[in-house]
Each structure stands twice: as C-alpha cells, then as structure tokens.
C-alpha cells in the first residue's frame, strides 16, 4: 500500500519475499501525505500470517486517515498523536482476531507492526508504536541507533542480563515473540515519542532484514545511499538476500525532503 503525494517528510518502501519462504508475509504502509508509515510481518510458520499483516496494515490506516475523504486523524501534539497510535494498533488487534473467528481456519494468525507518525510542529517529532521484533532505526550524524525494543524471548533476556548478546544470536528461541498483535485479547504497544533533526533519516523494517545483516552494515547502506531512497531500499534487501534470505524482508526508509542534493 503506497501512496505518492508529496510531504515535508517522504518515505519509500520496498518488500521481497526472499530466497526461502514461499509467500510473502510482510506488508507495509506509505503515506507521506498524512506522514504515516508502517510496516507489519505475519508470524512465520502461523497460517494466516499473510491474512494478519494485511489487516494490522489495513485497519491501522483506517483508524489514522479515516474512512470518508479529506478525513485524517488530527495530532497537534506527540501526546495525542501517541494515543490515536495506541488506540489504532488496538483496534488493529480486534480486527485480527475477528477475522480469526469469522473463518476458524486462521485461528491463532499474528503480526508484528511499527508505525511511524511524524508531528511537525513546534518541532518535528517521531511517535512510533511498535510490537512485536519489526523495528524502527534513526540515522543521525552517521550514528545508527535502535529507537524500538524487540519483544522476544531472547531480547528480554538480554535487557534483563539473563543473555548476552553472542548467546542470544544462536538461542533456539531467538525468534520467538512475546508480544504480537492477534495472539491475546489486549495488547500494549510500546510508544516512542523521539524530536527529530532534519538531516535524520528513519528505517522501519522487519526481522527478514536484521537477522540477517549487522546493523553496523544497514548503517553503511542509508549513510551511503540516504540521497536516493530507492537504491537504499534496494540495497538493504540485497544485503539481506546475499547473506541468506531466510525471511521476508521489508523495509521503509523516510527522509525530510529538504536534505536533498541539488
């Protein structure tokens, strides 16, 4: 799902399936008119996983843009906008677990998602929402750095010192989520409200992208090609395939408009 007029901040997505699975599972959102972005990844080995990331991605925009036109949530400020945030994914669940119902054979689909809101004023900020191990990075000053936490087993173990981080990247269960959308009755987003600089670029992505290349290397791949979003796109899921394509992989890159070159 994209859309293609222009805003002060603009994303680009790109999605593949691949050189492993036989369907794509992610799907991803661009609307750089209203300044949203999302990206979801149906849980992998679940049926319905295709189902699930359509409709997170579906009813999520819905919740933001609403369903009539020129309808948009409105968000003056980043408390409210990560409210609509919250309220959406939430939405996004029920959603989930009604289609689950509505045809049986879908029971116990999920889906991760990340959802990127900028608010421009007084300054412009970052509201992300995100669950699941789909992340959101900022590049700044060449520095990449995480601005969402994976909830998984082994992430939690790391943060709470259970795991180190070599541990961590061969546990058996490193790929297991504790939180997705369509699992449980309730769920709890994560919100990150982050100011931004205008020089800052945004990845959103999904695991088919970080466990399989370094984030040292996706660092390389957006400050190399952060002038053509396209190429960025294209590289990240390159690098992903190369080493292995294990998973789907999809990726959103965003980017104030006024940093471009000459």
């Excluded at 999920?110 to 608010?119: C, D, E, Q, S």
């Excluded at 800052?200 to 088919?208: A, K, P, S």
């Amino acid at each position: 799902m994209t859309t293609s007029r222009p805003s002060l901040w603009t994303g680009t997505g790109l999605t593949n399936q691949g050189r492993v699975r036989s369907a794509n599972q992610d799907a991803y959102g661009v609307l750089n008119e209203r300044s949203f972005w999302l990206v979801a990844d149906g849980m992998g080995g679940r049926v319905g996983g295709e189902v699930a990331s359509r409709i997170a991605v579906e009813s999520v925009v819905k919740s933001l843009i609403g369903e009539a036109p020129g309808q948009t949530a409105c968000a003056k400020d980043a408390e409210t906008m990560s409210q609509l945030l919250r309220d959406a994914v939430q939405k996004a669940n029920r959603g989930i677990r009604a289609e689950a119902v509505r045809r049986p054979q879908l029971l116990g689909m999920g889906t991760t998602l990340v959802v990127l809101a900028i608010v421009p004023e007084p300054r412009a900020t970052a509201v992300i929402a995100n669950i699941g191990d789909s992340r959101a990075y900022l590049l700044r000053n060449g520095t990449l750095m995480p601005l969402t936490k994976d909830h998984s087993v082994v992430e939690e173990s790391i943060r709470t010192g259970l795991l180190s981080e070599a541990e961590a990247s061969v546990h058996p269960l490193r790929h297991v989520l504790t939180r997705a959308l369509g699992t449980e009755l309730e769920v709890e987003p994560d919100i990150t409200v982050w100011p931004l600089d205008s020089d800052d670029v945004l990845l959103l992505c999904t695991d088919g992208l970080t466990k399989m290349v370094r984030d040292s290397r996706i660092r390389e791949i957006l400050a190399a090609y952060r002038q053509t979003p396209v190429e960025a796109c294209e590289m990240l899921i390159d690098a992903a395939n190369e080493a292995g394509g294990d998973d789907n992989v999809t990726v959103v890159m965003v980017r104030n408009d006024l940093t471009k070159s000459p």
